[in-house]
């Protein structure tokens, strides 16, 4: 016999020949290494950051980076989909499958902003960072993808949208030569003013 307490930022499961025994946040119990198993499924809040390479709906390379913000608000549901089974010596899993979660909502959230990129010109995808965020949110809440897996979106944010380095000078050269062109205009239309203005005293001089 041997004690086990769990953390209290976990959801711990006791298991007995595939039945649930015992179950809570953070409790400690009893039990027997070969008679059970413990699984302990994170309740926190987890951070996640990603990197996205999309095409627009123009044929331009984008580059997406971010970060999601999730919770595992379903743990019994959870504990069913991958296993959380951890060696109660060392705290650590005994399988990948905790890894294979931020993946599994990332290629959610990929699909959804490859979806809305591929109908987006480069120039509207630049700019969308709030508007992409907001439309991944509400997709994903009403498709009910992750709270079938007992999974929420807490927050989503696109930090940086970005074009290929190419593209990106050009669209700055482009942006100098239009600023450019608005200081001259500002310039001639001056210079036209004063002209005028000038041609009006010379008139009312003589007149």
Not at 171 to 188: M, P, V
Not at 190 to 198: D, H, I, P
């Amino acid at each position: 016999m041997r004690y086990y307490k769990g953390e209290p930022s976990k959801f711990v499961i006791k298991y007995r020949s595939g039945k649930i025994k015992r179950k809570g946040m953070g409790i400690g119990f009893w039990y027997r290494r070969k008679r059970n198993n413990i699984v302990t499924i994170p309740a926190m809040t987890i951070d996640s950051n990603y990197i996205f390479n999309e095409i627009s709906k123009n044929h331009q390379n984008i580059t997406l980076q971010g970060h999601f913000t999730y919770k595992i608000k379903d743990p019994l549901v959870m504990a069913k989909i991958l296993d959380f089974t951890i060696d109660p010596f060392t705290d650590y899993y005994l399988t990948e499958d905790p890894e294979k979660l931020e993946l599994r909502i990332r290629n959610v959230v990929h699909m959804m902003v490859k979806g809305k990129i591929l109908k987006m010109s480069l120039i509207d995808a630049l700019f969308a960072a709030e508007n992409l965020a907001s439309y991944v949110m509400q997709t994903i809440n009403e498709a009910k993808i992750l709270e079938e897996m007992g999974i929420e979106i807490l927050s989503i944010a696109f930090t940086s949208i970005k074009a290929t380095p190419e593209i990106s000078n050009a669209l700055e050269a482009d942006y100098r030569e239009s600023l450019q062109r608005k200081a001259d205009e500002a310039i001639y239309a001056r210079r036209a003013a004063a002209v005028e203005q000038e041609s009006k005293v010379v008139f009312d001089i003589n007149f």
